[in-house]
């Protein structure tokens, strides 16, 4: 999935260049300087911004969200990060002149379009891209948006209300493994097996490569919901 995700940003950030190269030299609204996009590929300044953009949206999690952040969520991290990646740059090559050390007035209109087109860009072809991934990962149930291993903890009414929510949502990717419980006798408990206590959950969490671990019991049993995130912390299970 982060494989996918890393080579579509790196299709998108070509494809925003390019469209912003035709409106800035091609489009015919501001006057052209006679190079043509290969040889602006091949400037250096090409693979600075490419790394830039990738280095940036590692440092801010980006190829990091995990299936159960919204669509929503996700595409306005993507696009909080573009806005401040292009007002960036927008000072960092206007840095002389907003230092005084020039004599031209700071962010010309030009400039200002320019940029402008090129942030909106990008976050459009960042976002429909990720999008298309995304999409086609779900219908599929591949890599990041296929089922995960999981056990419910506790064998109570919100344990039923909890598995009926599951069955019902095809958006929730749990595949229901079995129950563990602190007092666990075996048995079934709504149709899944109860797999034993609490002391049993590295073993069982090992045993059927478990990723996902939903927890329903009592608020009240402190003890219980420290033992359990300790052992999912130790297992780095969500």
């Known amino acids: 999935h982060q494989i996918a995700i890393f080579i579509s940003d790196i299709l998108a950030m070509f494809l925003a260049l390019y469209l ?30 490419t790394a830039f953009w990738l280095l940036l949206f ?25 806005v401040y990646g292009t007002l960036f740059f927008l000072v960092l090559m206007n840095l002389d002149l907003i230092l005084g050390n020039a004599d031209k007035s700071p962010l010309n209109r030009r400039q200002i379009y320019t940029q402008g087109f ?3 860009v990008m976050n459009n072809c ?7 991934i995304i999409k086609l990962e779900k219908n599929l149930n591949i890599w990041e948006y296929s089922f995960k291993n999981t056990l419910l903890i506790g064998t109570t009414r919100k344990t039923k209300t909890v598995i009926r929510d599951i069955e019902k949502n095809d958006h929730l990717l749990y595949k229901i493994v079995g129950i ?3 007092d666990a006798s075996g048995g079934e408990f709504a ?14 969490i090992q045993k059927h490569r478990i990723q996902e671990i939903v927890v329903s019991i009592s608020s009240r049993s402190r003890q219980d919901l420290l033992q359990i995130i300790g052992i999912c912390d130790r297992m780095q299970v969500v």
């Open 180 to 182: 563990v419980d602190r």
């Open 118 to 120: 090129y942030c909106g």
């Open 20 to 49: 912003t190269f035709w409106f800035r030299f091609q489009s015919g609204i501001w006057p052209g300087e006679g190079n043509t996009f290969w040889e602006f590929i091949e400037n250096p300044v090409f693979l600075f911004l």
């Open 58 to 82: 590692w440092l801010n999690g980006l190829y990091r969200m995990g299936w159960d952040i919204s669509r929503f969520d996700k595409l306005l991290r993507v696009s909080r990060v573009i």
């Open 126 to 132: 960042v976002s429909v891209i990720r999008l298309f």
């Open 191 to 204: 149709n899944y097996p109860v797999l034993g206590g609490y002391e049993m959950l590295p073993d069982l």
